[in-house]
């Protein structure tokens, strides 16, 4: 199932669409702040942002802007029922995938999501199969053609940070998502796993070109 996250503050038509989308397999995700909606890409995956321009706190096209900043690889379109043509271009320019005018047909809107979703994983694949490939049927990763020798922990924390790449990774987002550690694993355990990594995959950790560190929060995969 896809999972997409709408900022919109009509809660009636937000509702309606977690309905419908829910059809064509797409699992709709509601917020009505831009604060909350940077809070759940940071720790949380989507495939997609369906985003509205009249907002609380700031207008969609900033919001717009910030998320491209941060989350290049997440595709956006913009769904609102300004009919400015100037909001369009800017859009376009600030990094927006798509626009629909409301109101419109949701069968339009699932095509518009599908074609997209489509498209980035695709341009994923043909990334990751050029430096780092996972495969999870026997939880190994490779490096180009290479077989990493990875253990259980380590394959978990790299596969986590592949599968949310250019997204901040928490470290209590990774104690608690990795089964190989516990829970309460301290930072500093996280931290020698990582380093353990870094040091498989020839990462120079002051000149990173694969994980980088985010001074007290974790880590993030900047590879392409």
């Given at each position: 199932?896809?999972?997409?996250?709408?900022?919109?503050?009509?809660?009636?038509?937000?509702?309606?669409?977690?309905?419908?989308?829910?059809?064509?397999?797409?699992?709709?995700?509601?917020?009505?702040?831009?604060?909350?909606?940077?809070?759940?890409?940071?720790?949380?995956?989507?495939?997609?942002?369906?985003?509205?321009?009249?907002?609380?706190?700031?207008?969609?096209?900033?919001?717009?802007?910030?998320?491209?900043?941060?989350?290049?690889?997440?595709?956006?379109?913009?769904?609102?029922?300004?009919?400015d043509v100037s909001d369009k271009v800017v859009a376009f320019?600030?990094?927006?995938?798509?626009?629909?005018?409301?109101?419109?047909?949701?069968?339009?809107?699932?095509?518009?999501?599908?074609?997209?979703?489509?498209?980035?994983?695709?341009?994923?694949?043909?990334?990751?199969?050029?430096?780092?490939?996972?495969?999870?049927?026997?939880?190994?990763?490779?490096?180009?053609?290479?077989?990493?020798?990875?253990?259980?922990?380590?394959?978990?924390?790299?596969?986590?940070?592949?599968?949310?790449?250019?997204?901040?990774?928490?470290?209590?987002?990774?104690?608690?998502?990795?089964?190989?550690?516990?829970?309460?694993?301290?930072?500093?355990?996280?931290?020698?796993?990582?380093?353990?990594?870094?040091?498989?995959?020839?990462?120079?950790?002051?000149?990173?070109?694969?994980?980088?560190?985010?001074?007290?929060?974790?880590?993030?995969?900047?590879?392409?």
């Open positions: 199932m896809s999972r997409v996250l709408m900022v919109e503050d009509d809660l009636e038509i937000s509702q309606l669409l977690e309905i419908y989308l829910s059809r064509y397999g797409i699992e709709l995700m509601c917020v009505t702040l831009p604060s909350v909606a940077l809070e759940k890409l940071s720790i949380e995956q989507y495939e997609l942002v369906l985003l509205d321009l009249g907002l609380p706190e700031m207008d969609g096209l900033e919001l717009c802007k910030l998320i491209k900043q941060s989350y290049p690889n997440i595709p956006i379109i913009i769904s609102t029922a300004r009919i320019d600030i990094g927006a995938d798509d626009y629909i005018s409301k109101p419109y047909e949701p069968r339009e809107l699932v095509a518009r999501i599908q074609a997209l979703i489509k498209r980035y994983n695709k341009f994923e694949q043909i990334a990751s199969v050029e430096l780092f490939r996972i495969d999870r049927t026997k939880m190994q990763i490779y490096k180009e053609t290479s077989l990493l020798e990875l253990t259980m922990a380590e394959y978990e924390i790299f596969a986590l940070l592949l599968s949310k790449k250019h997204t901040v990774v928490s470290r209590d987002f990774i104690a608690n998502s990795v089964d190989a550690i516990r829970w309460d694993s301290s930072d500093r355990s996280i931290d020698v796993i990582v380093s353990r990594i870094r040091h498989k995959i020839d990462d120079d950790t002051k000149n990173p070109k694969y994980i980088k560190s985010i001074r007290g929060v974790g880590y993030k995969y900047i590879g392409d």
